[in-house]
Structures are given as structure tokens and as C-alpha cells.
């Protein structure tokens, strides 16, 4: 999940939101975190998303929302079989099917224009 949020974050249409919860890696040790209400980072590590939380993932679907602008219709939704959900898209997009929500997300922000 880190390579997914790494590209998350490597998007222009990327920015931290309050309540987001981050993931900061330091010496081997893992410490998460809630970004603050101006959505500010205190220290000189480099955090990743969190994006099993899902209040980052509403956040992150804002942000997908935002980016292509006026569609704040967008929502995420599973695509399912007779065996349950066998991938994840975002409905309104003509993106890719994903593994993930959270892969599908992350996929529609990096296409925004």
C-alpha cells in the first residue's frame, strides 16, 4: 500500500486534508498520525496516506472529485460477480478496473487534468 500512496501523494491534484490519517516511517518504526484542522504537517519526515483509513479515503475521493471538476457526482463503486467484488472503479470516469478503492482513487486522481 505504500507504493499506492506515494503516488497519491506525487499527484498535482494532491494536498493533505484535516482528519486524513498519515503513516510516517522512522528508523524502522511505524507512527500514525491525524493531520491537524489546517492540514499542516509538523517535522521533516516524509508521511504517506493512509489509505486503509476511511476518513482518508473520503478525503481522497474529494480530491478526485475536485480534480475533475464539475463532476462532483463521482463516487467509487465495486464491480461485482457471482463470486463477490472482483475489482473497484470510479462511476463517471473511464478509468481503469483496480484491485483496490483505494488503487481506482488513487488511478482517477492521477488522470484529472
Not at 28 to 37: F, Q
Not at 39 to 52: A, K, N, R, S
Not at 105 to 111: D, I, P, R, T, Y
Request: glycine share 10%; aromatic share 8%; hydrophobic share 45%.
Amino acid at each position: 500500500m505504500t507504493d499506492l500512496a506515494k503516488r497519491a501523494v506525487a499527484s498535482p491534484h494532491w494536498r493533505w486534508m484535516p482528519g486524513m490519517r498519515r503513516l510516517t516511517f522512522d528508523g524502522g518504526h511505524l507512527y500514525p498520525s491525524r493531520v491537524a484542522d489546517d492540514g499542516t504537517y509538523p517535522g521533516g519526515l516524509f508521511p504517506v496516506p493512509d489509505l486503509e483509513d476511511p476518513a482518508t479515503l473520503g478525503c481522497l475521493l474529494a480530491l478526485v472529485r475536485e480534480a475533475h471538476a464539475p463532476a462532483h457526482w463521482l463516487t467509487t463503486a465495486p464491480l461485482m460477480t457471482a463470486g463477490g467484488v472482483h475489482g473497484w472503479r470510479v462511476q463517471g470516469l473511464d478509468g481503469p478496473v483496480c484491485a483496490t478503492e483505494a488503487e481506482a482513487l488513487v488511478a482517477a486522481l492521477e488522470a484529472a487534468p
